[in-house]
């Protein structure tokens, strides 16, 4: 039985989503004492299997350093292959903008892990905290909140009460729907088809990502198999009815389109594992907050994976409510009140609107062939690469270590 289990059915924060971003917050708040319900549709050692999400994701800097300061660093580190350089090119253009981690840093820009090894070691890491209990697999049917608390139901008849009800229940949110919080939404006709590939040479943590006329195609580097193998991950952006035939084709095929994609740089290269599409679009909600309720990660907004930074926005909201909850706590307030959500509103909003505009900028200036608008954006990207300073602003976006950062973000305790 653990602490809550004996204080019965009261919790300081219920978290409704186990997903990458859910379980981090459970992390963050469990670690610094606060007690915390999360709850799940399905079952974590699905969720921490490469069948159920065999997408990878970039974790930047600054995110590498909040999982550090939440204790599930260490798990992962091992499945991390540090990004040390980034490469971007237009199409056949020969001009090309080439990020290097050197010139602002000795650290590595990020890291790229698979996504089931980000949540084995998320809920490995919540498995040693006395301070979080997990339902899973359940659900919440309902909830209501009144002036000292919220009163949540779930579908197995349970009841528990918590002073804060947090959604991280992913861009359909069940939550958000019912607290009457509307999204602003557009489809980029686009979908993402991921997979890992083998690769005869070796990648020397070098990112390159390639704009066609259909979407972005992103090389990744991940850390070699346990034969030693070389391997990187693919994020191919493709016009949305295309993608589900390329899934269709058998590996010898699909392999030669990725070949065809990012030329002789790989030497010989094979398909490996599961191969997904995800139909992209921008999506942002209204409000993050309301009545004893706080919208986190994907419930929140969501964005195209051009520049790989959904979670890593997701992070940073975990990060920022963290800290208002635990400052609040050490100050002996009441964790839910309008007062501490509205800061972490305020805090969280600019940051995610920023980084939505941008990427959408940047997908609808690249995901065209129109000759004009393509000979100016080559000029871009050249001249870019000659202004260091710009670069240098370029990495720590990147890096995700711009604007007012959360403690966690900066590396120090929450
Ligand atoms: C192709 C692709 C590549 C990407 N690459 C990157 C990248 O490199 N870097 C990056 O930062 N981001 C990347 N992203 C974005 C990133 O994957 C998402 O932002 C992130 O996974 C969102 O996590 P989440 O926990 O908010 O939501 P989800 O992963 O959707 O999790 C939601 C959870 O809520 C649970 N749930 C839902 N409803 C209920 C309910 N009623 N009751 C109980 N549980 C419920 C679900 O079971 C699920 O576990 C990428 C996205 C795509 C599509």
Not at 216 to 229: I, W, Y
Not at 261 to 286: D, I
């Amino acid at each position: 039985m653990n602490a809550q289990d004996a204080r019965g059915d009261q919790f300081d924060c219920c978290i409704v989503g186990g997903g990458m971003v859910g379980a981090s917050l459970a992390a963050a708040l469990g670690s610094a004492g606060i007690t915390v319900l999360l709850v799940d549709r399905t079952d974590p050692g699905v969720m921490a299997s490469a069948d159920h999400d065999s997408r990878t994701t970039a974790i930047a800097h600054g995110s590498k350093m909040a999982l550090d300061g939440i204790g599930a660093w260490a798990g992962m580190a091992n499945d991390a292959a540090p990004i040390l350089d980034i490469r971007i090119s237009d199409g056949d253009a020969p001009l090309f903008l080439h990020f290097d981690h050197a010139a602002v840093s000795d650290a590595p820009m990020g890291y790229i892990v698979e996504n089931y090894a980000i949540r084995r070691a998320l809920y490995d890491r919540i498995g040693t905290l006395g301070t979080v209990t997990v339902r899973a697999p359940a659900a919440v049917s309902s909830n209501e909140a009144d002036d000292g608390q919220v009163t949540v139901h779930l579908e197995s008849g349970e009841e528990v009460n918590a002073s804060l009800l947090v959604a991280a229940d992913g861009a359909k949110s069940p939550l958000r729907d019912q607290a009457g919080i509307r999204c602003t939404r557009w489809a980029y006709k686009q979908s993402a088809i991921i997979c890992n590939m083998i690769h005869e040479r070796p990648h020397r943590g070098i990112a390159h990502e390639r704009f066609l006329p259909s979407g972005p195609f992103a090389v990744l580097p991940l850390t070699d198999d346990g034969s030693g193998r070389h391997r990187s991950s693919i994020v191919w952006s493709e016009k949305e009815e295309l993608a589900p035939g390329f899934l269709r084709l058998d590996d010898e095929a699909f392999s030669a389109q990725l070949a065809a994609r990012f030329g002789p740089h790989y030497g010989e290269v094979a398909v490996a594992g599961n191969r997904a599409a995800y139909p992209l679009h921008l999506q942002h909600a209204s409000s993050y907050i309301a009545p004893r309720f706080a919208l986190v990660g994907d419930a929140a907004h969501v964005i195209h994976p051009i520049a790989g930074q959904g979670w890593n926005l997701g992070l940073r909201d975990v990060a920022a409510l963290a800290e208002v909850v635990v400052d609040a706590r050490r100050l002996g307030m009441d964790v839910g009140t309008e007062t501490v959500l509205a800061r972490f509103q305020r805090w969280r909003r600019f940051d995610n609107v920023l980084l939505a505009g941008m990427t959408d900028a940047l997908t609808r200036l690249f995901s065209n062939d129109i000759a004009p608008v393509r000979a100016a954006r080559d000029l871009g990207l050249g001249a870019v690469n000659n202004i260091r300073p710009l670069k240098r602003f370029f990495i720590r976006h990147a890096m995700g270590t711009v604007g007012e950062l959360p403690r966690l973000v900066k590396g120090e305790a929450l």
